[in-house]
């Protein structure tokens, strides 16, 4: 067979080709024909086209020898050959300085902003926040300081974690948005290495706050920042506050102790299954957690009002009428909802929500209180209680054993999980020893079939709680949020196939997927990793405040609650929300808000008004809910 002949512009090119895959010499020759190819002409049609050019040939090529030299900074003496030569000679080493300075200053600059842009070099601010540790809480917590931080004119935030600079910056930018006046300082580096953390500048923070990660050994890796935090810190003047967050009690102690008395340690499982377990038992009460966790509205603080010294505490809830007064601070030690008849001391903090640090003024609203507007009656009794609890984690038995705990005599607690759920029937099988308690249900079946809840009763239960499986390693992230949508859609056919509303209860491990949810917009949906975020963020404000979110959110002891409003006033009355708090003081209560039924499911605010001017008027009505600090 004949061979095919190569086109010359083939030919050319892989010779072409071939002579720059010597290297740089090569490449430098066929830089230089290319200039001289252009630069010699060109200058040779100047020198001809010029009309006061050199008549004698030799001078007009001196004159095209003298631009081309110009042009391309090469020597252009003439004469000689030998003074051409170190003309050309001297030109070639300027060109080499010049060109060796450029690419150093160039290498340099290049490594600068390589370092930058790895984020390795040292932070230099003073009372910043820094943030230890990546996972989903790092938006939460973020988005809250930039909150917090509203009206403070020069605010940073600092994180540090293993992950390459550029990508957490991008990640803030579309999670959290504009930043406001607080600077953003990502940081680059294992949270582990004490060396690394000092490119966050804890020693000159105002509060830093470790992140647990989304791994199993989660607990371990925030002891060891802890303890990386501690050796960064030693010889430092001042230690900064530390709030730290563990999944798992066993960790709290070891982290405590790592963390140093100033420091807060979290328990999220904990914290997440007491709030699960308060919405099922109260439906609408998460809106309420939401609301006090977040920088958004209403926040707690720390009040001294020396015109309260002496008398009692139950005069303090009628003597502001923008703030609601919960509690004081005697000490160290919150007491909320302490006896009404109890006197306060000069240096008792009160306990305040309100809109802000300088809007707690205090103001005597007792003249606004209708006394023939109170309802006398004695409370709405508690009746047993049936929930039902759909999937199965590593909260779940917390949530079980709380809701047998917290629950009126007689209340029953019926789990439905898949055959992997062997931890559940270890868990009801560990109840079945208390003769105290009644022994959970335990049904298998995945709550992904339809025929599975069909089996089910669902409207036979006061509660639904939903929640997802633990993350796998390996699996996606998305994949126990993706679980629960799709349960959550079977549930929302059965409500839509009998016109009766399930009072249901979400988990969700993503806080985008809040969107999709399938329910009304005040369904109790709980973002397991965005509550401890809040947390975390409203303590590192001020640690007092760790004691009184505990009680607050604790299973037992005075905590928030949603009462009927027939409790407190008489239904149909026009009366203010003063009369509602003086209602709340008789019975041994601090009232802080309210929530209307016919605005419950319409956003944003889903009926709930938390902290009410005192002089609010509104018609009472029997569904209508009052929210109170107070013990069952």
């Known amino acids: ?50 009309p006061h050019a050199p008549a004698s040939l030799p001078d007009r090529l001196a004159r095209v020898w003298r631009l081309t030299g110009q042009t391309l900074r090469l020597g252009d003496a003439t004469g000689t050959p030998l003074r051409m030569a170190m003309s050309l000679l001297l030109a070639l080493v300027a060109l080499l300085y010049v060109s060796t300075l450029v690419g150093l200053i160039t290498t340099a600059l290049t490594e600068r902003l390589t370092a930058l842009r790895r984020g390795r070099s040292t932070v230099l601010e003073h009372g910043h926040a820094v943030v230890l540790g990546w996972s989903e809480q790092v938006f939460t917590v973020v988005g809250e300081l930039v909150a917090a931080n509203a009206n403070q004119p020069r605010a940073a935030v600092a994180v540090l974690a293993d992950r390459d600079k550029t990508a957490m910056e991008e990640a803030f930018a579309a999670k959290v948005g504009p930043l406001g006046r607080t600077r953003l300082i990502c940081r680059s580096g294992p949270t582990t290495d004490p060396d690394v953390l000092a490119l966050a500048g804890p020693a000159t923070a105002g509060v830093v706050l470790v992140l647990p990660h989304d791994d199993p050994d989660a607990d371990a890796e925030v002891v060891k920042t802890l303890l990386a935090l501690r050796r960064a810190l030693a010889g430092a003047e001042r230690r900064p506050p530390v709030v730290a967050a563990v999944r798992d009690d066993r960790y709290r102690l070891a982290a405590s102790l790592a963390a140093g008395p100033d420091g807060v340690v979290l328990e999220s499982d904990t914290v997440t299954a007491r709030m699960i377990v308060q919405a099922a038992r109260r439906p ?8 006090l966790l977040d920088f958004a509205g209403e926040e707690f603080y720390l009040v001294a009002e020396a015109s309260l010294a002496g008398r009692p505490f139950g005069d303090a809830l009628l003597s502001y009428r923008t703030s609601s007064v919960v509690g004081v601070v005697r000490g160290d030690v919150p007491l909320l909802n302490p006896p009404t008849r109890m006197p306060l001391a000069p240096e008792d ?60 005599p007689g209340s029953t607690v019926d789990v439905m999980a898949d055959t992997a759920g062997s931890a559940a029937r270890q868990t009801i099988g560990a109840d079945a020893h208390e003769e105290a308690r009644s022994v959970p249900a335990l049904h298998q079946g995945d ?8 089996r089910l009763d669902v409207h036979s239960y006061d509660s639904v709680i939903v929640l997802g499986q633990d993350p796998v390693p390996g699996q996606p992230p998305d994949d126990p949020d993706n679980r629960t949508l799709v349960t959550l859609l079977l549930l929302r056919r059965l409500e839509e196939a009998t016109g009766r509303r399930l009072p249901i209860v979400t988990e969700l491990i993503d806080d985008r997927n809040r969107a999709l949810v399938p329910l009304g917009d005040g369904a109790d949906v709980i973002i397991s990793g965005k509550v401890i975020g809040l947390l975390m963020a409203q303590i590192s404000q001020n640690r007092h405040l760790a004691a009184v979110f505990e009680q607050l959110l604790s299973a037992d002891g005075p905590r928030v609650r949603l009462r009927p409003a027939g409790d407190y006033v008489l239904p149909g009355c026009d009366t203010t929300f003063a009369t509602v708090v003086a209602a709340a003081r008789r019975r041994g209560e601090c009232a802080l808000g309210y929530r209307t039924r016919r605005g419950s499911s319409r956003a944003p605010g889903n009926g709930l008004r938390i902290n009410p001017d005192k002089a609010e008027r509104r018609r009472w009505t029997a569904d209508d809910e009052v929210v109170v600090v107070g013990e069952d």
């Open 1 to 50: 067979m004949a061979q095919r002949r190569v086109p010359f512009g083939e030919r050319a090119r892989y010779w072409f080709d071939s002579t720059l895959a010597r290297g740089t010499s090569a490449l430098f020759g066929w830089m230089a024909l290319l200039c001289l190819g252009i630069v010699v002409p060109a200058s040779a049609v100047l020198v001809w086209t010029d």
């Open 284 to 291: 609408g009460l998460s809106l309420v957690h939401q609301e």
């Open 349 to 408: 903090l009160l306990v305040v929500l309100t809109r802000d640090d300088d809007t707690a003024h205090p103001e005597d609203c007792a003249a606004l209180v209708e006394e023939a507007a109170m309802a006398s009656g004695p409370p709405t009794p508690a009746r047993a209680e049936r929930h039902l609890v759909l999937g199965w984690n590593r909260r779940a038995p917390l949530i079980v054993d709380q809701l047998h705990r917290c629950g009126p």
């Open 447 to 454: 709550i992904t079939r339809p025929e599975t809840l069909h």
